[in-house]
């Protein structure tokens, strides 16, 4: 496969064990505590972004919010180098211990930092497809706006909706095995879809990305090197465009 992998989406650390096939990634960390290693980390590959998502933290609790107001002032500076914000979001299926409009708040916060700083936005949506694009139709009529939905297994009419309001979205393989992503599909401008991995281990990264890469190749009719430049046109226009 083509030498243009690209990885819009992980949560790898440890950049020592990345493959050399792997162009370009995107690592996100999601809590304090992974702050500071990402912004150690250096590599020409890497693009950093740095989000505050408790719902999506192992042994969370509502009271853990109290963190994000207490850390604004250092998790701000942290956009100095940053290529984008996030991961954000709503996800539902945490919401009795992080109700939605909590969720709500904070990933319009996110939005906010995205204006401040003019980067792109990282998005994490699992129900509330329609609060999500309320928020992002009030925001986006600020001005010109990039963000990415992530793992994405939002409906056609959603993924119209999103492009319109500058979305971009990455798949792993288990998303393109999903009949709504299939159906949806055609919904997307070829210059807006992106692989993901969506990992955490440098160990498993390429045959994620490569399997990724492969599916969309099959699912929207081009070749799997055709595909591999495709997500990697889109990832730098993403990030760097």
Same mark, same amino acid.
Request: proline share 3%; charged share 25%; glycine share 6%.
């Given at each position: ?10 949560? &790898?650390?440890?950049l020592a064990k990345i493959?050399?096939? !792997? ?9 304090? %505590? ?30 853990? &919010? ?18 984008? !914000?996030? %991961? ?30 003019? #980067? ?11 609060? #999500?694009?309320? &928020? ?31 979305g971009f979205f990455s ?21 807006? !879809? ?21 599916? !969309?190749?099959?699912?929207?009719? &081009? ?19």
């Open positions: 496969m083509s030498a243009y992998l690209t990885d819009a989406h992980c949560h &790898i650390s440890d493959s050399d096939k !792997i162009a370009g990634l995107c690592s996100s960390a999601c809590f304090p %505590e992974e702050w500071e290693a990402l912004s150690k980390a250096d590599s020409r590959k890497l693009k950093k972004t740095y989000g505050f998502f408790p719902a999506l933290k192992i042994g969370a609790q509502p009271g853990d &919010i109290t963190e994000w107001e207490s850390l604004m002032p250092d998790f701000a500076r942290l956009f100095n180098d940053a290529d984008a !914000i996030g %991961e954000t979001g709503i996800d539902e299926r945490f919401s009795k211990n992080f109700p939605v409009e909590i969720q709500a708040d904070i990933f319009s916060k996110h939005l906010s930092l995205a204006d401040d700083f003019k #980067l792109p936005v990282i998005i994490h949506c699992v129900g509330a497809w329609g609060l #999500l694009l309320d &928020i992002i139709r009030k925001w986006t009529g600020k001005g010109e706006k990039k963000f990415l939905i992530h793992a994405a297994k939002c409906s056609a009419e959603l993924c119209s909706e999103f492009v319109k309001l500058g798949f792993g393989a288990r998303e393109l095995n999903l009949r709504r992503v299939l159906v949806a599909m055609p919904s997307i401008p070829k210059n807006r !879809i992106l692989s993901e991995s969506d990992s955490a281990e440098a160990s498993e990264q390429l045959a994620m990305v490569e399997s990724a890469v492969g599916r !969309i190749a099959e699912t929207i009719g &081009i070749s799997a090197d055709e595909a591999a430049a495709l997500t990697s046109d889109n990832f730098n226009e993403l990030f760097c465009g």
